[in-house]
Every structure is written in C-alpha cells, then in structure tokens.
C-alpha cells in the first residue's frame, strides 16, 4: 500500500507541474484529492492493514494529501499570474501610436447636385423657395390646369393620401403656391428644390421617390428666347463643358408652348453612343411658358405678364454626370458606394 501511495504522489506530482491551465489543474485536484479521486480509493483498503500499520500508512496519506494541496495551490498561483501577464501584454495600449483617423462621411451625390443647381440658379439671381412634400390635390392638379378626370394625370401615376390629399408627384405646386404668396407681384425668381413622389415601378431610370428642381420667371415681356438662355447657360456651368441644346416640342397642361430640353451628350459630345442611345442628345429637363390660366387662377394678369417654367430632375442629372448606371444605388445606402462621392 505504502509503494502504492508513493507512486501516486510521484505521478500526481508530474501532472501538476505540466498542467497548462487553471483548468486542467482544476481536474487534476478532482481526479487525485476528490471524494471519488484515486487517493481516496487507495484508502478504503486500508481496512485490510493490520491495527499497527494503519496509523503508519494513515499519516503517510495525509502527508501526500497535504504535500498536494500545497502543490495545487503553487501551480494555481502560477498560472494565475501567467495569465495575467498574457492578458496584460494583449491589452497593452502604447500612447505613442498616431491614432485612427476618424471616418468621415461624405456629402450625398444628390445633395450635392442639388447644392450645385441652387449655386448656379442663385448666381443668376433667382431665390430658392420650398412647399410641402405632402400636398393637395388643388395644387398637385388642379391649380395647374389638370382639373380631375384631365387624362394627363395619368402621366403621374399618384400616391393619394385621402381623395384630396396626397403625396406631391411633382414640385410644379410650388410655382402656384408662391405665385398666390407674391400676391400678383414682379418679379418672380424662384426655384425650388424638393422631394416628389409617383407610383413608377423602380428601374435602372426610375424611382418611386425621387428628386425635382423647378424653376419659375415671371415679368413683363418674358420670352422662350429667355428661358433657352438661362437653361442653356445652366447646363454648360451643370456639365463644366461647352454644350449644344435644343428644345423640342412637347406636352405639359400647365405651360404653352411646351418644350423639352436636350443637351449634346456629354459623352460622346454628339457622334452617338451607348449613353445617348446612339441620338448624339439627352434630354434634362421639361418647361414651357407659363399658361395664362395658370397664372389667372394664381392672381396674375395674363395680358400684362408672362413667364416661364421649368422642372428637371437631379437624380438623373447625377447618373449622367457621375456616369453612374443604376438609379438604385443612390436609395440603397452602400456606404462603399457613398464613399466614392467624399471629395465632392
Ligand atoms: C414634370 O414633372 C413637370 N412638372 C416638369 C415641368 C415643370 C414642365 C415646369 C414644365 C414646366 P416630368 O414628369 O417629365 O415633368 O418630370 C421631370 C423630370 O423628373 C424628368 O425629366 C426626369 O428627370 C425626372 N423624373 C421623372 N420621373 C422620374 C422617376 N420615376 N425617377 C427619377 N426621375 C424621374
């Protein structure tokens, strides 16, 4: 028995020194000291010693018992600080290191042609003007000459809130709305940049929500030839290029005549490409001059005044300056996407 406990010792005592970590030690103790450990099995045959060798062997167990609990206890306190130390030097944090610069966003590249458009407008001397995104029929329609059942409404499918209410699918009402605020007073400059709505299934071209600038001249003895100037200087200082323009003819109840506006493609300056399906034009912008009736049901004389109007959108306007593809990707928050636009 005696042999047998010494041989346990030794090789307790080997286990101890190798154990890596507080919990294989944490073992070791269960497996040698614990109530169903080896030194406890050892001891139950201690009933078969005789009466005088028990005390002997008694004091030897308890010996080894107490020589591995101070072993336990050494290699715990070993360990402990081992790991302490490992912990420490990980979490070291040297003061001397340049710190992380820290991320900065960037502006959106909507935001950031729509800044461009109020910079150019302002520079010609217009004020910028806003209205309510939510918006009601009178204004959205009516007011500009799109009285209900007009069939042009359908060429703004509408998101309606009550049958009187819904959301702007255009910032035309804001031509409207300051008109009737100026109170029949010249001149009126104004453009005014804003969020609109339509039901338009979402394409590479098309969002459901999405961006419009209109702009609106009112005076005496205002001509077309005065909004081809002002929108063909607007899109040479838009594009940083010399450009050609043309206006086309086209429809909208609230201007007569009315017009579309094209530029020569900015990236083929003209011969054709893939940008400007092989045309050599891109239109930008719809306008016209303001319909007397228009400008009658705002408070305006038609005989003494005239005016003209534009809209463009700038989300369109950013795919062609930015040669960027997909509409989608200005609604999707990429940042990795974002992140391209930080130096504008
Ligand atoms: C209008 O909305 C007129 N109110 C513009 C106008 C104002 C004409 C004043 C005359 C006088 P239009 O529906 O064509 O017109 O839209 C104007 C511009 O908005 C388009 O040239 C295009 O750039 C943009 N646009 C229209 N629908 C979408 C859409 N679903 N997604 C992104 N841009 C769009």
Redesign the pocket.
């Known amino acids: 028995m005696r042999e047998r406990l010494k041989s346990l010792e030794k090789k307790a005592e080997t286990a101890i020194r190798e154990a890596a970590d507080l919990d294989q030690l944490k073992d070791l103790r269960v497996k040698y000291l614990g109530k169903k450990g080896e030194l406890t099995t050892i001891l139950r045959g201690m009933k078969d010693l005789s009466p005088e060798e028990r005390p002997v062997v008694g004091g030897l167990a308890n010996e080894i018992r107490t020589g591995l609990e101070r072993w336990i206890g050494n290699k715990e306190e070993e360990l402990k600080k081992a790991a302490l130390t490992t912990r420490l030097e990980a979490e070291a944090l040297d003061v001397t290191l340049p710190a992380a610069p820290p991320s900065l966003g960037a502006v959106h590249p909507i935001s950031a042609v729509i800044e461009q458009i109020e910079d150019i407008f302002i520079g010609m001397g217009f004020e910028v003007a806003e209205g309510p995104e939510v918006e009601s029929d009178y204004y959205n329609f009516e007011a500009l000459n799109l009285p209900k059942e007009h069939p042009a409404r359908d060429?703004?499918d509408s998101f309606y809130i009550t049958p009187e209410i819904l959301l702007r699918?255009?910032?035309?009402p804001v031509q409207v709305r300051t008109m009737e605020a100026k109170e029949g007073q010249v001149p009126v400059k104004i453009i005014c940049p804003g969020k609109v709505y339509?039901r338009?299934d979402d394409d590479a071209?098309?969002?459901?929500q999405?961006h419009?600038v209109?702009g609106l001249v009112i005076d005496r003895g205002i001509a077309m030839s005065e909004l081809h100037g002002i929108l063909a200087g607007f899109a040479e200082k838009m594009f940083g290029m010399k450009l050609e323009t043309r206006l086309r003819p086209s429809y909208?109840p609230?201007?007569e005549p009315?017009v579309e506006m094209d530029i020569s493609c900015i990236q083929c300056g003209g011969e054709g490409c893939r940008m400007c399906k092989n045309t050599g034009w891109i239109?930008?912008?719809?306008?016209?001059m303001v319909h007397p009736r228009v400008l009658e049901g705002a408070g305006y004389d038609s005989e003494r005044y005239t005016g003209f109007?534009?809209?463009?959108?700038p989300?369109?306007i950013a795919l062609l300056k930015y040669g960027i593809d997909d509409?989608r990707h200005f609604y999707t928050n990429d940042v990795k996407f974002l992140r391209q636009f930080q130096s504008l």
């Open positions: 060429m703004q699918t255009h910032t035309s339509r338009d071209t098309h969002s459901h999405f419009q209109e909208f609230f201007t009315s239109e930008i912008l719809g306008a016209g109007a534009f809209g463009m959108g989300d369109r509409i």
